[in-house]
């Protein structure tokens, strides 16, 4: 059992330049989000999933879209970096009940020069 | 929306001594309150939570406190150890809404 996994680890971007951000989960939750970590601001949520299918906008989603074709994927696309979108992204995912809590993965260190 | 405020967004204390975490929610409909550690380069993981319908919980040296009047929250930390420093996350998650919203951050530092 993995958990959660994000792929890549690390990455650098120029400005303008495009990537996606994978989370994979082998749990078989139902709910998956995406949050960015920047120093003093802790935790905000850019998009999130309730199921395969779906997708919401969360706290701060411009610049960024989300697909979840298959209920354990949740991409996180940036279409044209820029050097706000510096960040550490976090992907989490729970099953259905609020207090079942989240599984977070590692992270991704994405840097836009 | 639900906002989540939290302090100090620093904290050093001597080991042994207590540490206490305060944390204000904005929605008086939130019900459920989290609360996430996070060491250095590691993920958030979940260390206690607590339900509206609850007024303190205890797990060890851990202990969470709501006031649901006042719409604040508070981890509690005792006999701190030197790996209890990390940052530390408190977050509200409203019926319905399926997310939590995350505090500031409090960066624990416990001095041997």
Known sequence: NAGVTQTPKFRVLKTGQSMTLLCAQDMNHEYMYWYRQDPGMGLRLIHYSVGEGTTAKGEVPDGYNVSRLKKQNFLLGLESAAPSQTSVYFCASRRGQVEDGYTFGSGTRLTVV | ?112
Do not use: M
């Open chain 2, 1 to 112: 929306g639900e906002n989540v405020e939290q302090h100090p967004s620093t904290l050093s204390v001597q080991e042994g001594d207590s540490a206490v975490i305060k944390c204000t929610y904005s929605d008086s409909a939130s019900n459920y309150f989290p609360w996430y550690k996070q060491e250095l380069g590691k993920r958030p993981q979940l260390i206690i939570d607590i339900r509206s319908n609850v007024g303190e919980k205890k797990d060890q040296r851990i202990a969470v406190t709501l006031n649901k009047t006042a719409k604040h929250f508070s981890l509690h930390i005792t006999e701190t150890q030197p790996e209890d420093s990390a940052v530390y996350f408190c977050a509200a998650s409203q019926p319905g809404t399926y997310k939590y919203i995350f505090g500031t951050g409090t960066r624990l530092k416990v001095l041997a």
